[in-house]
């Protein structure tokens, strides 16, 4: 047994004292540390004062019982793995305990031994695997990468340290940026970091449908609620149960949704269209914009209580040109993805695609990166990404060279440097930068061609004397 989980403390948990004393001696006798309690607000005490690595709890107990207790470690997000015993006959109510709470397996009593003890080997060591692939993935995060995110700028650890802190709560989580930001990344780094992992993660816009069609989408329908309800749906409400709903562009949410959301988010509970029962649904709810919610609720476009409900925790994306430092992590990782989709052997950009990339405004953000590297990715098949495999647009870009974009190498920048030797390595490395090309680096450097001409046949005269 691996000394991590051999120094393991258990919390028994029973409210027979006897059970309790048999149980706690069984613990020890495996080597791990026994921390007895003898009803469910004594183990609540426990979990407060004492780091528990796994529960044995009993099910049916007076006052706060097996159950709330499970459904109060769950909650807290802290993935105890909790191994529930059961009287002779309830196995399903154990069954559904396991199911529905996700604690680790159910044991029937009398408890013999070496099943308990095999049972709780295996819990313990689920608990030591989940906890190093968190610190892993931890690790990565410092370096600059985040589930399927990368970027190592200021803005980005900020990110990364929002997604980390919000990731492990139920918590209703408000995803804000521009169009292409990662806003979805986001919702899903969330998700994959929560107890909720192994639930469903389910995304809907709230801006490519009517409203009522997006409240039979969202809440699913009975047979015959509308023409065309040819027999009953369940709603994205019920089909994320136990996991994590993203409700994309929440902005564009018509009013009388925004109302029905708010109740639902209020009491967890759903009514399909034209149903009477209501269900229960355990679901955490991210929601993405790109508008700015604090004024459409000035604007009355959008419910403030809702806003509230929704901003318990809120993560805004920078704009890519706030993270250009990120620009060489993107690409690399991009690339990577491109060369796999495309089958191509693309390795990196060249420094005049990167520096015309520093310059350029991306609207579209991250996207707009893809797809452009997409293109040239394709028509580059290998190698490095030159100038010319990207669009006319990035060819034609006539801005000039921001000085500090120059290698500080190629010009003579030092006091004392002569004007005549900055002007010769200033207009040599414009035109290196466009390969050559001197009509370009005339435009760009405000001469005609005809003194660029006579400037470089000057250097040359310069250097053969
Ligand atoms: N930090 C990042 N690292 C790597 N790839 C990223 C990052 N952020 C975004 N991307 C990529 O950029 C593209 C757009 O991301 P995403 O769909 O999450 O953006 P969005 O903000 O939801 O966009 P929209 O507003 O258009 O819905 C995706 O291909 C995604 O993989
Ligand atoms: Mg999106």
């Known amino acids: 047994m691996n000394s991590s989980i051999s120094r393991a403390r258990v919390l028994v948990v029973e409210d027979d004292d006897e059970q309790l004393t048999d149980l706690g001696q069984m613990v020890a006798s495996f080597g791990y540390t026994a ?3 003898s009803s469910g607000n004594r183990a609540l005490e426990a979990l407060s004062s004492t780091k528990i690595d796994a529960v044995v709890t009993d099910l049916v107990m007076p006052g706060f019982d097996g159950l709330s207790l499970l459904r109060h470690i769950k909650e807290r997000g802290d993935a105890i793995p909790s191994i529930v015993l059961t009287a002779f006959g309830s196995i399903d109510k154990a069954m559904s305990v396991v199911l529905d709470l996700k604690a680790f397996w159910f044991l029937e009593k009398p408890v013999q031994p070496k099943v308990l003890k095999a049972l709780l080997e295996r819990a313990l060591l ?31 650890a900020q990110v990364f340290y929002a997604i980390r802190q919000a990731a492990p709560a139920s918590v209703s989580v408000l995803v804000t940026g521009k169009s292409g930001t990662g806003k979805e990344l986001v919702a899903r780094a969330i998700h994959r970091l929560s ?22 989408e969202l809440f699913g329908y009975e047979k015959g609620a509308f023409t065309g309800a040819l027999e009953r749906r369940a709603g994205c ?13 929440i902005g564009e949410m018509a009013p009388e949704t925004q109302a029905k959301l708010l109740r639902v988010l209020e009491d967890s509970k759903v009514r399909r269209l034209g149903g009477k029962a209501e269900t229960q649904v355990d679901v955490r709810v991210i929601a993405a914009t790109n508008c700015d919610l604090e004024s459409a609720v000035t604007k009355q476009k959008f419910r403030e209580d809702l806003l509230y409900r929704l901003k318990v ?5 920078p704009p890519l040109t706030e993270r250009l430092h990120d620009l060489p992590e993107l690409i690399a990782a991009i690339l990577a993805t491109l060369n796999k989709k495309h089958g191509c052997r693309v390795t990196d950009v060249s420094d005049e695609v990167l520096w015309r990339f520093k310059q350029h405004r991306w609207p579209g953000n991250i ?44 010009l003579p920048i030092q006091p004392g440097a002569k004007l005549s030797d ?11 930068l466009n390969a050559n090309n001197k009509r370009k680096t005339a435009e760009i ?17 310069r250097q053969t004397v």
Do not use: W
């Open 445 to 461: 450097l405000g001469i005609s061609e005809r003194t660029l001409y006579s400037r470089l046949a000057e250097y040359e005269s």
């Open 367 to 410: 996207r707009e990166l893809r797809n452009v590297l997409e293109r040239a990715t394709i028509i580059a098949n290998e190698g490095t990404i030159e100038l010319r495999h990207l669009p006319g647009g990035f060819q034609s870009d006539f801005a000039p060279p921001p000085v500090d974009s120059l290698e500080s190498g190629d």
């Open 126 to 156: 689920q608990k030591n695997l989940i906890a190093q692939t968190d610190l892993m993935s931890r690790h990565l995060s410092h370096q600059g990468v985040l589930c399927d995110m990368v970027g190592s700028s200021p803005a980005m």
């Open 422 to 432: 900055l002007e010769e390595a200033y207009i040599r490395r414009t035109l290196k």
């Open 237 to 249: 409400f019920e089909q994320a149960d136990g996991g994590t709903l993203l409700l994309d562009e």
């Open 35 to 37: 921390v007895p309690a």
């Open 195 to 216: 107890p909720r992992a192994g639930g469903p993660f389910v995304a809907i816009n709230c801006a490519a449908l009517p409203a009522t069609l997006m409240e039979s």
């Open 313 to 317: 925790f809120a993560i805004p994306l």
